[in-house]
């Protein structure tokens, strides 16, 4: 069958649709996928996984991963290195974006001592809940393709007891850009090399505090950032004293309704099924005013106000608001004196520290 028939036959069902057909840039892509896969497969390349950070509770936990096609000269575990190897974590961005996805394989999964079967979307990404009995701790999960090409991946647990979580965006709230966002994307994962991204000045520290008075703290960093850049951000989260925890980013590409996934919608949804997961928790939400964090953030209170514990917003200078959406003032204004949960305001970690001191919220 030609590339054009393939494009223009959507099978649902076993039956062609119109109403029901993804977007064209998603037909084109899956096709890319499969000419492209099939000929890496004739060399000799295999479907592998690359991990990602999971989270859940002692009933049941989320696992996440990536399937990509390597080279039979790759190591098996070569997506399994600790993050502190420096060995596969320091390379730039490009490298991650040059591989190959493997959609809809077959992936297994390993997990207290129960296996499980599951399969990889159109993107190559795995993303599902499993119901296991663990306990309260950090985790390993297996996940192979085929025997042979085990990995494992990290799963945090979070103890019924644990009170407060903390939700943290990433880009100009815990690390510096200073490049318009339509450029960020690009430069970030192509360009630049982790060790020049800049730390946002006080916030490590603020987040070390915050997981000190609050010792059972999860943490969860959620970002509209690629997953092909999540060994990039591990690693400089790690080399910059920040908590460790699960990192909940989005793919690039198509959809089956356009070019690219929203980046707002990613987040609500996101904030949704850790409310899901982790009902009994009420969160630190914190973000930049150069964006959409300050709305996002309001809305979700305002329909879950028992979830929010306090809403902390990085105020960007205006050169960096000029750079994030070309107006110099915020495009939503931080609410200090709403009713509802706390919320917070200032110019780094710094100031957010000292105001939650100055509010007995935190010990000096």
């Keep these: ?46 479907p592998r996984v690359q991990p990602f950070h999971g989270y859940g509770s002692e009933r049941s936990v989320r696992v996440l991963a990536k399937i ?24 730039r961005g490009w490298r991650n974006f040059a591989g190959q996805v493997a959609p809809h394989r077959t992936v297994h999964v390993l997990l207290g001592q129960q296996q499980f079967t599951t399969r990889a979307d159109r993107s190559g990404i795995v993303d599902v809940t499993l119901e296991v009995s663990l306990p309260p701790g950090q985790h390993e999960a297996v996940l192979w393709t ?27 709230t815990v690390m510096v850009t200073w490049l318009p966002r339509p450029m960020l994307a690009f430069w970030n994962a192509f360009v630049v090399h982790q060790s020049s991204r800049q730390v946002v000045p006080g916030m490590p520290r603020l987040y070390q505090r915050l997981l000190r008075e609050h010792p059972q703290m999860p943490v969860v960093y959620l970002s509209t950032g690629a997953w092909n850049v999540f ?10 004293g920040y ?19 929203s980046g707002p919608d990613h987040k609500h949804r996101s904030l949704e099924r850790l409310r ?17 964090d300050p709305t996002i953030y309001a809305e979700f209170a305002e329909r879950h106000p028992e979830a929010v514990e306090a809403i902390l917003i990085r105020e ?28 917070l305001s200032a110019p780094d ?7 939650l001191q100055s509010l007995r919220m935190l010990a000096r």
């Design 1 to 46: 069958m030609s590339i054009l028939s393939r494009l223009s036959t959507v099978v649902r069902g076993g039956s062609s649709t119109t109403t029901d057909r993804p977007h064209w840039a998603a037909r084109l892509e899956d096709v890319k996928n499969g000419v492209v896969g099939g000929a890496l497969r004739r060399l000799g390349w295999q």
């Design 68 to 91: 990509l096609y390597a080279s039979p000269s790759t190591p098996a575990d070569y997506h399994d290195q600790p993050v502190h190897d420096m060995r596969t974590m320091a390379v």
């Design 146 to 172: 085929m025997p042979g090409n085990e990995v494992t991946a990290d799963i945090t647990v979070v103890p019924p007891t644990a009170q407060v979580g903390l939700v943290s965006d990433i880009d100009d």
């Design 231 to 240: 060994p990039v951000l591990k690693r400089f989260l790690y080399r910059n």
């Design 243 to 261: 908590p460790d925890g699960p990192l909940l980013l989005t793919d690039w590409g198509p959809t089956n309704t356009g070019f690219f996934r």
């Design 276 to 292: 899901k997961a982790l009902p009994d928790l009420r969160w630190i939400l914190v973000g930049d005013d150069g964006q959409h």
């Design 316 to 343: 960007l200078t205006e050169p960096e608001q000029l750079l994030a959406h070309g107006t110099r003032k915020p495009l939503a204004e931080p609410r200090e004196d709403r009713d509802g949960p706390l919320s």
């Design 349 to 355: 970690g710094h100031g957010l520290l000292a105001k």
